[in-house]
């Protein structure tokens, strides 16, 4: 176990350590979660005024939780590149020979992802407050809104990872990204799900990340809904690709 | 190898008969067009991409339409502008990279030594972005056209819906040009992109101008050139022929373009100096 924690303690802290020092990595991180922040709930805001739009703590709030959200997942992401560059330039190879135990790989670099994502969240919910979001929740809802994001940054850093470890090339970072993109957007990202209408409505009705918006959006403003689908959906999630990561370390592994 | 053989066939012919300006664009655009033409995967993302987002969003946006004062009641119609913006940025990236590689590679070093007129280069060069554009333009037209979107100025404003396209592209690849001259590695032109981006997120590109609620997006909105490009485009679609519209996004692109040109003929004069 102290040889796992080891690797697991010296991943994650190569992770948030070349995320803090390198800014062509922590920059868009930061910034383009921001500018979604602003492009939606500053751009976007008079679509609150959308007949039958009810959203209490109003439209920046409404925002917000999908923005907190995304930026969640794509602190998965972002992780899931580091590990193709990994590939890449060598260093993953050496870090399997070195690495007492390689289960600990995952886990360090989904620690680093939860890491970098604190910094994000933070500048996120930080930005939010101060263009005026308000805040229903109580202490114990909002701490639930944290656990979805963190759950979900760990979902997509599972998903990245193991893909990143099949392909072994940073030319899978559209692959990476882009079923995260697709997801979250299919999902009720303007209005609430009851106001969409066509192929939209029917796509976001089964798309699972729509259960966890709406939990997220139902605890910021103090009124609860779907929470629990939405940590089932995001359990069997995890479970279902903490068995493709591990499989994409097996690979790597085969591949020398 | 092809494409350098290209380059090296273009220098030999420079310097045994002088070939004229029009020769060495024609030379250095097939070349551009031959290297766009063979990075098919790197095109086809990019020209992609900006479609997901409108089918996605045109139909998520949808209930916007509602909001009283909106000119259409198809969010499609008024969405339809944004991928040919998207398109163009996207443009820039991948003439921006390729020049930046020629720069990266020593090609550029190379031509350096033979007769070839800088300006030459940039127009060849933008051969190849020349021709993204206008496939690009017509597929997000044709998309647009069978998802449903209509063109109140009939079939002659799709032409110069196209060609206002095509110009804005021209006009990004023009910028993606200075950008690879100016600093010299693809990596930099690249990083460049998320800024561009901003610039569509921060204009008209989601609800009409007099339409944001928040004074001061309504503002930068305002001083944007991005936003008159989509409301040029946008105009054909929902308008009709709309004289102001049309003449700012045809006069911010031309405004783009001869600046973009400018820009990257005097980097390039430094890039060619012959030592």
């Not at chain 1, 176990?1 to 690797?7: E, Y």
């Not at chain 2, 992609?48 to 119609?77: C, E, K, M, Q, W």
């Not at chain 2, 910028?175 to 693809?186: D, I, M, P, V, Y």
Request: hydrophobic letters at 55%.
């Amino acid at each position: 176990m102290k040889r796992f924690l080891s690797v697991v303690q010296g991943v994650a802290w190569r992770s948030i350590h070349n995320t803090i020092v390198n800014p062509a990595v922590l920059v868009p991180s930061i910034v383009f979660p921001l500018f979604f922040l602003i492009a939606f709930a500053g751009g976007l805001s008079r679509i609150g005024d959308v007949p039958n739009f009810h959203y209490p703590p109003g439209y920046t709030s409404f925002q917000f939780v999908f923005v907190f959200l995304q930026s969640a997942a794509f602190g998965g992401v972002f992780t899931g590149f580091a590990v193709a560059r990994d590939f890449d330039s060598g260093f993953a190879r050496r870090l399997m020979l070195s690495a007492p135990r390689r289960g600990g790989i995952i886990v360090g670099y989904t620690v680093g992802a939860l890491l970098r994502w604190v910094l994000t969240g933070t500048v996120v919910t930080i930005a939010a407050l101060i263009a005026g979001m308000n805040v229903y929740g109580s202490g114990a809802q909002l701490t639930g809104l944290l656990a979805l994001g963190v759950a979900l940054n760990l979902v997509s850093a599972l998903w990245a990872c193991g893909l990143a470890m099949f392909l072994r090339t940073e030319q899978a970072g559209a692959l990476i990204q882009m079923p995260v993109f697709v997801l979250l957007f299919l999902a009720p990202v303007y209005v609430p799900l009851s106001l969409l209408t066509g192929w939209i409505h029917t796509v976001a009705s089964f798309n699972p990340v729509t259960p966890v918006l709406e939990a997220g959006r139902g605890l910021l403003a103090g009124s609860p809904v779907k929470v629990a689908i939405a940590f089932a959906a995001l359990a069997a999630a995890g479970l279902v690709l903490a068995v493709f990561a591990r499989r994409g370390l097996m690979s790597a592994e085969r591949a020398g | 190898m092809a494409v350098e053989t290209t380059g090296s066939a273009l220098g030999a012919a420079s310097s045994t008969r002088g070939a004229s300006f029009a020769e060495q664009s024609i030379a250095l655009g097939r070349r551009a067009v031959l290297r766009t033409v063979r990075q098919r995967g790197l095109v086809i993302f990019p020209m992609v991409f900006p479609l997901i987002l409108f089918a996605i969003n045109g139909s998520a946006l949808s209930p916007a339409t509602h909001i009283p004062g909106f000119p259409t009641d198809n969010y499609r119609d008024f969405l339809i502008a944004m991928p040919f913006i998207q398109g163009a940025m996207f443009v820039s990236i991948t003439a921006g990279v390729d020049l930046a590689r020629d720069i990266e590679t020593g090609f550029l070093n190379r031509l350096a030594m033979t007769p070839l007129r800088g300006e030459a280069l940039l127009v060849g060069q933008l051969g190849g972005a020349l021709v993204i554009g206008v496939i690009q333009a017509i597929i997000y037209l044709l998309f647009g056209l069978a998802t449903g979107v209509t063109l109140v100025s009939g079939v002659g404003g799709a032409l110069v819906l196209l060609a206002l396209s095509i110009l804005i592209s021209f006009a990004f690849a023009s910028l993606g040009e200075f950008l690879a001259l100016r600093f010299g590695t693809g990596e930099a032109v690249q990083a460049i992109f998320p800024l561009l981006f901003v610039t569509l997120f921060l204009s008209s590109s989601s609800l009409p101008r007099n339409l944001i609620k928040a004074s001061w997006f309504r503002e930068v909105a305002t001083y944007n050139p991005v936003s008159y490009l989509l409301e040029g485009l946008r105009s054909l679609v929902i308008t009709g022929w709309d004289a102001q519209a049309l003449g700012l996004g045809f006069g911010f692109a031309i405004a783009l373009l001869v600046v973009s040109l400018g820009l990257s003929r005097s980097a390039m004069r430094t890039r060619l100096a012959r030592r």
